[in-house]
T-cell receptor
């Protein structure tokens, strides 16, 4: 079983739609959680950190449920420029390495 | 205010040759990480280095791969006697290393083995 699991998609949505991505992680010792965005053939870029209290950045809302070991990302009012692969990422302290999910592809169409 | 720099951006090697990938971390960052991304797959951790020290190499293949981060100069990921299966994007990231902090990625080196 992979340590970080995501639905690979693709999610095909029209502009303006709301879309939600889910992610589960298996190691309860995981300390920090992130969503990264990766455009085709480019490097991953940090989208946002994820906290138990939930956090919002404009159209993006991230949520963490430690009891269920579940992370989510909600994108409201999708734009064409949101088309990318969204990577769920877990950090384990003491190891200083990021564990990446395989990513969920999002395609926003006009 | 340069970000993480990697070179070359594209590298083509024939089977059996050596590949050297370089990474210069962001200014002020002393921790470097290498990740590999195979086609259609997620990023996989390879190695974590600080200056002159390998901290964690649990993701490195046992043979042909080595990494260093000397006191002066960039971090180097070296692949000896490359095989077709080594074709991938190799990303370097850096951080200040204060635990749980954000890692910033370079643009990657795309290695193609012919």
């Amino acid at each position: 079983r992979k340590e970080v699991e995501q639905d690979p998609g693709p999610f095909n949505v029209p502009e303006g739609a709301t879309v939600a991505f889910n992610c589960t992680y298996s190691n309860s010792a995981s300390q920090s959680f992130f969503w990264y965005r990766q455009d085709c053939r480019k490097e991953p870029k940090l989208l946002m950190s994820v906290y138990s209290s939930g956090n919002e950045d404009g159209r993006f809302t991230a949520q963490l449920n430690r009891a269920s070991q579940y992370i989510s990302l909600l994108i409201r009012d999708s734009k064409l420029s949101d088309s990318a692969t969204y990577l769920c990422v877990v950090f384990r302290g003491g190891y200083n390495k990021l564990i990446f999910g395989a990513g969920t592809r999002l395609a926003v169409h006009p | 205010n340069a970000g993480v720099m990697q070179n070359p951006r594209h590298l083509v090697r024939r089977r059996g040759q050596e590949a050297r990938l370089r990474c210069s971390p962001m200014k002020g960052h002393s921790h470097v990480y290498w990740y590999r991304q195979l086609p259609e797959e997620g990023l996989k951790f390879m190695v974590y280095l600080q200056k002159e020290n390998i901290i964690d190499e649990s993701g490195m293949p046992k043979e042909r791969f080595s990494a260093e981060f000397p006191k002066e100069g960039p971090s180097i990921l070296r692949i000896q006697q490359v095989v077709r299966g080594d074709s991938a994007a190799y990303f370097c990231a850096s951080s200040t290393g204060t635990g749980g902090d954000e890692q910033y990625f370079g643009p990657g080196t795309r290695l193609t083995v012919t």
